[in-house]
């Protein structure tokens, strides 16, 4: 029994597009007569503007790759069950074959069919147990805006309620006042200064800092008086 079929999205341009047919010869997903057939098919939708779906006659197919018909049927069968093309069998002269990369241009405008890059859809069957390697830009710079977004969202202060203050003080095993923190920072809105706090728990250090420090200052002190009370 197969495996369910996957899909693996990939913005590519044309040099990537021509990469990625390379890849899967190497990987063994396609023979070197169906990466010829595919690369030129690639190569005659590149020419006419990425005019996607295009006609091309299957006489100068196979006068191109100098193959007969039944061997373009086979192999362009072979990128159809791959998901990598669709065609659609032409009608003698008067309408040559169909052929589609599946490339989605729908949200390309017109004028940048040439340079703009292109979604190209690979559904391949699990029994290749192929993953293309590919990470395009627009993928990348995707992922980048998402990391971005999750960043800033980390970094969105929550004010914390007064019983984390106390389970935190406790966990810190320090003598601070819980109360007086939090109405301390919520007179001042949660601000330290003109800037709004980021985390409220190394503000409970902080304040636990001062505190021992305050302590030790005034042991100090106290031990000069007693000495000049001799």
Request: proline fraction near 3%; glycine fraction near 4%.
């Amino acid at each position: 029994m197969l495996s369910p079929t996957y899909k693996i999205i990939i913005y590519v341009s044309y040099i990537e597009l021509i990469n990625a047919a390379w890849e899967l010869r190497e990987q063994g997903v396609i023979s070197i007569h169906e990466h010829d057939l595919y690369t030129y098919l690639i190569h005659k939708c590149n020419k006419l503007g990425w005019k996607n779906p295009f006609n091309q006659p299957t006489e100068i197919i196979c006068a191109v790759l100098r193959i007969n018909r039944n061997a373009l049927v086979n192999r362009r069968n072979k990128l159809h069950s791959l998901g990598l093309i669709s065609f659609k069998e032409g009608k003698a002269k008067s309408k040559p074959a169909e052929y589609t990369l599946h490339i989605r241009k729908d949200t390309v405008p017109d004028t940048l069919t040439n340079t703009i890059t292109n979604t190209l859809t690979y559904t391949l069957s699990d029994t290749f147990g192929y993953t293309l390697p590919y990470t395009n830009t627009k993928d990348k710079t995707r992922e980048d805006k998402t990391r971005e977004k999750e960043k800033t969202k980390k970094e969105i202060f929550r004010k914390p309620s007064l019983q984390e203050v106390v389970e935190y003080c406790r966990h810190r095993e320090n003598d601070l006042d819980p109360q007086t923190f939090v109405d301390f920072y919520e007179a001042k809105n949660w601000m330290i200064g003109k800037n709004k706090m980021k985390d409220w728990q190394a503000c409970v250090r902080t304040w636990e800092g001062k505190q021992n420090e305050n302590r030790h200052n005034a042991a100090k002190h106290s031990k000069n008086k007693d000495y000049e009370m001799f």
